[in-house]
């Protein structure tokens, strides 16, 4: 049988997650939840201008993910964030979350979480470029042992729900801040490879997402590239197409001055990445119940 290797198409990659969610859930099964719940939590001023404002979503693995926590420049440092934060643990608790997660930058909050009982579960240097980023956890499964911030500017904050729109000002505001404090990627490139048999079918594939960084001369070169899908289909498994693919991207990224390759894997998975000279930089234990959550990463050279 001989088998091509084309560019994948956006219905090739959701094929491929369906099945990488499928796989997951053949491990760990997943909750009750028929699917994952996303959260707007909004703080407004007496003239209902949002103020502060979180994005989470909780999974089906029982964890919360803390995607977006900004509070308005003006605000800051009265107590605010740490009152969405705690807000927003108590949503996950009730929705039955052990764990909350997220990822900030050092020109972001790190000291920030660890007040409020965060830890540092992964480092990844140059992301973005430059930067370093860390991948933060807190059990939530233990005692709540109070809020940290001792500021409060004396008024009365309301914490609400938001809306769909609330979340999208939240993410312009939070993506502002980082604009001015860090050198961010100018776009991201989003393409794949896979491997189809003489019909056509598809046997296996890849999926990445490169940060793009425009240098002074105009050139555009990869920064990190960003592994979002590593499929083969079950039959086809031990027949060295996920490393084919894998060294295809790596290849590639390479070619256009890429710095390294970046995935999260659960631990059963991390074995073939090892043996490709990925190591471990992050590891969330019992994440999810009963396993370790790795982020890897391999420098290009
Ligand atoms: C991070 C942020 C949400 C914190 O909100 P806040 O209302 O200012 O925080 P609080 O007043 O609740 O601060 C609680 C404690 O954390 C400290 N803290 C606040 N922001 C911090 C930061 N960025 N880094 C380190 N420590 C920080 C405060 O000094 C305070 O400590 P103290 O009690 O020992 O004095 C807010 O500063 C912000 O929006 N920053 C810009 C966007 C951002 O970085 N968001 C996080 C993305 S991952």
Redesign the pocket.
């Known amino acids: 049988m001989k088998y091509e290797m084309l560019l994948t198409t956006p219905d090739d990659v959701e094929y491929m997650s369906e099945k990488l969610d499928a796989f997951y859930d053949s491990i760990v099964p997943p909750s009750e939840r028929p699917s994952t719940e996303g959260y707007v939590l909004k703080v407004s001023d007496e003239n209902g201008n949002i103020i ?1 404002g979180c994005i989470a979503y909780v999974n089906s693995w029982d964890i919360l993910r ?1 995607d ?6 003006h ?11 705690e807000k927003i643990e108590y949503v996950g608790r009730e929705k039955g979350c052990y764990l909350s997660t ?4 050092d ?10 009982g965060y830890q540092v579960c992964g480092t990844v240097e140059n992301s973005p470029q430059g930067h370093v980023s860390y991948s933060m956890a807190k059990r939530l499964d233990c005692p709540i042992l109070g809020t ?4 409060d500017d004396g008024k009365l904050h309301t914490i609400t729900f938001g809306t769909e729109e609330d979340g999208d000002f939240i993410d312009d505001k ?1 993506d502002e ?2 604009c001015s ?1 860090a050198t961010l990627p100018n776009r991201y490139e989003r393409f794949g490879k896979k491997f189809v048999d003489e019909q056509g079918n598809l046997v296996a594939g890849i999926f990445i997402r490169a940060d793009i960084y425009r240098t002074a001369n105009g050139t555009d070169v990869w920064g990190a590239a960003n592994v979002s899908v590593l499929w083969v289909e079950e039959r086809y498994r031990n027949e060295r197409f996920g490393s084919k693919l894998l060294l295809d991207i790596e290849r590639t990224a390479k070619e256009n001055s890429g710095d390294f390759i970046l995935l999260d894997v659960l631990d059963c998975q991390s074995t073939f990445f090892l043996k490709h000279g990925y190591r471990i930089v992050g590891e969330i234990q019992n994440c999810p119940r009963g396993h370790r959550w790795y982020t890897m990463k391999k420098l290009l050279e």
Do not use: M, P
């Not at 020109?107 to 409020?116: I, L, M, S, V």
């Open positions: 502060g803390i977006t926590l900004w509070v308005d420049e605000h800051r440092k009265c107590g605010l964030g740490s009152k969405l934060l997220l990822g900030t930058g020109f972001q909050a790190r000291g920030f979480y660890e007040k409020n940290v911030s001792n500021h939070l801040y980082n404090h």
